[in-house]
């Protein structure tokens, strides 16, 4: 793991950047993170040891962060209301982050009774939170129709993919949030430092303590363990995998610790006060409700701090993104007012469209979040070779994905005559993920030769991306084949020269860093696949054929809305990620078994 100062964490000792030019140090990471021979199980006892020893290394990581220290200090008030409103979002969507785990199991077993039995116990735990947000002010229908952080959601998304994964998997990553409270006298103590160095109210205090003692009074810190123990033994290869997403858990973790400081969810908190909601409350919930579709730059402002440290302008940008026009002063400051017409100039808002030339004008829109994201002036005027390889391996992953997300929409979607033109789209992109991993290994020379591709963890942005792309085709085929068309239009159409915005940032790349070209080639190549194939006006074809069979309504819209605000954030963990050189890269290294 990379520690907010930036040295690389082994275990519980921390290592030098400048250390990964050893080329000894990927066998060393890896030699005892493997679990042996994949024809293996190991029963209960073992597993719960293993699992333990991966907490524990990731507690090192989480609460290394600088943001404890600075709260001990009794500094950042803001970064904690940034904690207690965005703990608020993540809490209120735990029914839909955890219940995947319980919904594809053979019969119900005794795993899966407790992990249905943990969704239900924490419902409601948001009541908690947000009954300290109203202790400083905030009113109760604002802070349940404000925006989770792009960062925020994220990590929703994270959670119920490996949730997906199956109840052992829900249990072991659940597990680590709850292990993180199990020492109750020093989390005693930290509840009742904020108090006695002024940084919140009493009143507030005990209203979020409350949700601590409740998980404890349930006996949540120990539901990892008897989910381990009613398993009785695990295959190797499982655990090594679950072990792997508790670790990409750790690593989300850390970076929504990363957008407290310099984030504006602070700011929003501290400006509730001043505001009234006016017209209709959100629908649906705002881990699921991508609409409106933002600029890059607002995704950033938010999650990681505008440009500009002008408070005036730091509020206005948290209420536009997080209201989206939907609130008006309740004093004279105006911030509710310059917020609205901010949301007016730069939101992407539609959310209908019938026919296909409207809903192409709707997903084109939507390439503003990823089209001005900073990775590309990173990677085309001051890049270097392992922040190319990072995102050439994040590509990899994403693209080797496709198999997961086409599959789930093929079995949701009803209608033989589009499901033929999934079936096509999947058959043409299937070896797509052999042909990255192929050519990232040959292009490589000598760099990273212990470290196979496909045993690199995905970074959990990544990772959320995907399940949120697998998760839409599940619960609304219509909304994936608008985000399908909007990922295959970022490619370019004939019409507007096919695939020249990418072979244009081609040129660019390879001019400042020319030693990457071997390796950028399956990139290209597969970009080269894609046009010929013809994806860009594919993408016409199929969303005519699904306005003239279906209506296309909000619902559908606002849900692939969501698509867009991950694609920020999968570009957005690679950028912050592998900007660090080589020890970046070789911090992917996994649990992994031999064969």
């Known amino acids: 793991m990379l520690s907010e100062e930036y040295s ?3 275990d519980n000792t921390e290592v030098a950047l400048s250390a990964a030019d050893d080329p000894r140090l990927a066998g060393t990471l890896a030699r005892p993170i493997n679990l042996g021979r994949a024809d293996r199980c190991l029963p209960a006892a073992e597993v719960e040891a293993i699992v333990e020893a991966q907490y524990e290394a990731c507690l090192e990581f989480i609460y290394g962060h600088p ?3 600075r709260f001990r200090d009794a500094e950042g008030q803001e970064a904690l209301y940034s904690y207690l409103l965005e703990s608020r979002h993540y809490l209120a969507a735990a029914p839909f982050r955890m219940a995947s785990g319980i919904t594809d199991a053979f019969r119900p077993s005794e795993l899966v009774r407790l992990q249905a039995h943990h969704v239900v116990e924490e419902a409601d735990h948001d009541r908690f939170f947000e009954n300290g947000l109203a202790e400083l002010g905030c009113p109760r229908d604002l802070v349940r129709e404000a925006r989770p952080s792009p960062v925020t959601v994220e990590w929703i998304h994270l959670m119920r993919t490996v949730a997906a994964y199956g109840p052992l998997a829900a ?3 659940s597990g680590l949030l709850e292990f993180t409270a199990g020492d109750k006298a020093a989390v005693t103590g930290w509840h009742e430092h904020l108090v006695e ?12 303590f ?3 003692e409740t998980d404890l009074g349930l006996g949540h810190g120990s539901n990892w363990r008897d989910a381990i123990h009613a398993a009785k033994v695990v295959p190797v290869a499982e655990l090594a995998d679950w072990l792997n997403a508790a670790t990409l858990v750790a690593e989300m973790i850390v970076r929504w610790l990363d957008t407290f400081e310099s984030g504006l969810a602070g700011d929003l908190v501290t400006t509730l ?3 009234r909601l006016a017209g209709a409350a959100r629908r649906y919930g705002g881990e699921t409700d991508g609409l409106p579709v933002w600029p890059a730059e607002v995704y950033r402002s938010f999650a990681h701090g505008p440009l500009s440290e002008k408070p005036g302008v730091r509020r206005s940008l948290a209420v536009a993104y997080a209201f989206s026009g939907k609130v008006v002063d309740a004093d004279s400051t105006g911030i509710a007012e310059t917020a609205k017409n901010f949301v007016a100039r730069a939101a992407r808002d539609l959310d209908r469209g019938d026919s296909a030339e409207e809903l192409e004008k709707i997903v084109d829109g939507w390439l503003t979040a990823i089209d001005g994201h900073q990775l590309w002036s990173e990677l085309s005027q001051r890049t270097t070779f392992p922040l190319v390889y990072g995102w050439m391996v994040e590509n990899y992953h994403y693209v080797a994905g496709i198999w997961q997300h086409a599959g789930a929409a093929l079995s949701a979607c009803p209608d033989p005559v589009v499901r033929a033109e999934l079936v096509r789209h999947l058959t043409e992109e299937f070896d797509h993920g052999s042909m990255f991993r192929n050519g990232i290994e040959t292009g490589r020379g000598d760099r990273y030769q212990d470290l196979p591709v496909a045993a690199m963890r995905p970074l959990p942005t990544t990772v959320a991306f995907l399940g949120t792309l697998r998760e839409l085709s599940q619960r609304d085929w219509k909304g994936y084949v608008l985000a399908l068309a909007f990922l295959q239009r970022s490619l370019g159409t004939s019409e507007h020269g096919l695939g020249e915005r990418h072979e244009g940032f081609y040129r660019v790349l390879f001019g400042a860093l020319p030693e990457c070209m071997p390796v950028v080639a399956a990139m290209r190549q597969h970009d080269l696949e894609d046009t010929k194939l013809g994806h860009g006006d594919d993408s016409h074809e199929l ?6 069979r279906y209506e296309v309504g909000p619902e559908s ?5 969501i698509v867009p605000q991950l694609a920020w954030s999968f570009l957005d963990g690679i950028w912050r990620h592998y900007r660090h050189g080589d020890a970046a890269v070789l911090q992917r290294v996994g649990w992994h078994v031999d064969g």
Do not use: S
């Open 8 to 10: 690389l964490l082994v």
């Open 67 to 69: 943001v404890w220290q």
């Open 171 to 173: 249990a072991i990553c």
């Open 197 to 208: 160095r002024g940084m919140l109210p009493a009143e507030a205090v005990r209203a979020i």
């Open 210 to 212: 409350e949700h601590v």
């Open 273 to 275: 006060p001043r505001l």
């Open 543 to 548: 969303l005519t054929l699904l306005t003239d």
């Open 557 to 561: 819209v606002a849900a692939a809305a």
